[in-house]
Nanobody, 127 residues
Framework: VQLQASGGGLVQPGGSLRLSCGVS????????IGWFRQAPGKEREGVSC????????HYADSVKGRFTISRDNAKDMVYLQMNSLKPEDTAVYYC?????????????????????WGQGTLVTVSS
């Protein structure tokens, strides 16, 4: 499985960005894609995840109501729409994937046992 994250950049507070994660190579029927971020000097934290079993989505409290995760099966893409960005959202963002043979869905952004990770994309929120 390969993942390619893109879409980061510099944005002013209150602005928006859409991150993209291109995914290829799944061999099992079900998967979960997670978005993580790591700010300088801080641990990596889960931001959001989406599971193919039922299209369920989950968000960290810090981004609820501002970020939206979605998928486009036709394009093999998962997106993270980020609105009302704050300086504290500044971080390197990563997408990660785990696949399952059974109809399993991940129900928490605290789950970190993903098998595949993409390279990061830097998001800087600053005026």
């Amino acid at each position: 499985v390969q993942l390619q994250a893109s879409g980061g950049g510099l944005v002013q507070p209150g602005g928006s960005l859409r991150l993209s994660c291109g995914v290829s190579g799944f061999t099992r029927d079900y998967w979960t894609i997670g978005w993580f971020r790591q700010a300088p000097g801080k641990e990596r934290e889960g931001v959001s995840c989406i599971s193919s079993a039922d299209d369920s989505t989950h968000y960290a409290d810090s981004v609820k109501g501002r970020f939206t995760i979605s998928r486009d099966n036709a394009k093999d893409m998962v997106y993270l729409q980020m609105n009302s960005l704050k300086p504290e959202d500044t971080a390197v963002y990563y997408c990660a994937a785990v696949e399952f043979s059974d109809r399993i869905r991940i129900t928490s952004v605290e789950f970190k046992n993903y098998d595949y990770w993409g390279q990061g994309t830097l998001v800087t929120v600053s005026s």
